[in-house]
Nanobody, 128 residues
Framework: QLQLVESGGGLVQPGGSLRLSCAASGFTLDYYAIGWFRQAPGKERERVSCIPNSGSRTYPVDSVKGRFTISRDNAKNTVYLQMNSLKPEDTGIYYC?????????????????????WGQGTQVTVSS
């Protein structure tokens, strides 16, 4: 059974850092693009960043460029989100999600718009 488990969330002061982990079980990440999403109270879920199965490039949203870095360790079947210079507006529940990528999309390092499998989320709170 395909499962994603997020960890690493918590309470941090503005300007601080956290590293989120997304551990996969029941499947190998080698053939999947992984996205990190967040949802703040009263707001729609947004994609924060994505990394294709090749890891050849990443796709961060403008609001986190230069602050957040997504990476993957396929040997550990885990994807990370390093978050630096955190701001109160980064507060929310962070989710990782997986989408299987094949063929030319895999070669091109594509991140999809839809994802099939989701984790349960981890809370990130940025506050003084």
């Amino acid at each position: 059974q395909l499962q994603l488990v997020e960890s690493g969330g918590g309470l941090v002061q503005p300007g601080g850092s956290l590293r989120l982990s997304c551990a996969a079980s029941g499947f190998t990440l080698d053939y999947y693009a992984i996205g990190w999403f967040r949802q703040a109270p009263g707001k729609e879920r947004e994609r924060v960043s994505c990394i294709p199965n090749s890891g050849s490039r990443t796709y961060p949203v403008d609001s986190v460029k230069g602050r957040f870095t997504i990476s993957r360790d396929n040997a550990k079947n885990t994807v990370y989100l390093q978050m630096n210079s955190l701001k109160p507006e980064d507060t929310g529940i962070y989710y990782c999600a997986a989408a299987r990528i094949e063929g030319l999309d895999a070669v091109m390092g594509v991140c999809p718009t839809t994802f099939d499998s989701w984790g349960q989320g981890t809370q990130v709170t940025v506050s003084s």
